[in-house]
């Protein structure tokens, strides 16, 4: 079974997609369609922008979700077995898999994009990698930090916490001593996948409420559990707890490869996804 998955924020980079608008028609339509949709024209700053320019969350999440969803595209007769998608990248593989349209799929984005700079200008907060130290043992020491949580499971010996800014200084320097290899802070502007994105949460439920779902023509692992939901009810009440809980991608990973999954696509910028896949399973194919 072939399981395509699709990259977050962070994968970004000068040069995004041109290589695809510009031999691909189908892809210039929609890339121009995306301009329209969102009122500037993303694709000058994704083809030519600097990395300061394509930071901005405003830019950054549409751009990772229309390069992604461009290369879904590309592929002919595209039947995917199962899709995942790491935080930002469900969107994507929501798409790609059909349970909502393009269009659609793009708002919401961008929606979450500013819903999402908003919240982190309300209290500094940020999110630091943890390395090489047990996901239960995190865990534990996030318990000693008001407000710090796990945001994201990345692979065994790899999990991102989240949290106001000075806390996550000392919840690193317990990390360390608790036996992390490293523990250091993202440069990134807020505490995503925490209950500090709880304003985020309540801006995006509205346009999320508004937009229809339906049955995708796979199963689409979602962050919030890590399991297969083919339901539209399911799928959008999980979309709605999103930005709130930490994304299950070890755990996703590991189910998607109990239910089958032998080869993986990454679908978007980078190959960041395809790194933490093989530390999840060695055996997993690109």
Known sequence: MKAYVFPGQG?????????????????????ERANTILGFRITDIMFEGSS??????????????????????????????????HSLGEFSALVAAGAIDFE?????????????QRACELTPSTMAAVLGLEDEMVEEVCKRFEGVVPANYNCPGQLVISGPAET????????????AKRALPLPVGGAFHSPLM????????????????????????????????????????NLLKQLTSPVKWTQTVKNMCQDGAKIFAELGPGSVLEGLIKKCNPEAVF
Do not use: W
Request: hydrophobic residues 40%.
């Open 11 to 31: 994968s970004q980079f000068t040069g995004m997609g041109k290589d695809l608008y510009d031999s691909n028609p189908k892809v210039k339509e929609l890339f």
């Open 52 to 85: 300061e320019d394509l930071k901005q969350t405003k830019v950054t999440q549409p751009a990772v979700f229309l390069h992604s969803v461009a290369e879904a595209l590309t592929i002919e007769d595209f039947k995917p077995d199962m899709v995942a998608g």
């Open 104 to 116: 659609d799929g793009l708002k919401l984005v961008y929606a979450r994009a500013m819903a999402m």
């Open 168 to 179: 996550i200084k000392d919840a690193c320097k317990a990390m360390k001593e608790a036996g």
């Open 198 to 237: 709880e304003p985020a949460r309540q801006e995006l439920t509205q346009a999320i409420e508004q937009t229809e779902f339906h049955t995708p023509v796979c199963p689409v692992y979602q962050n919030v559990d890590a399991l297969p939901h083919t339901s539209a009810a399911e799928i959008k009440e």
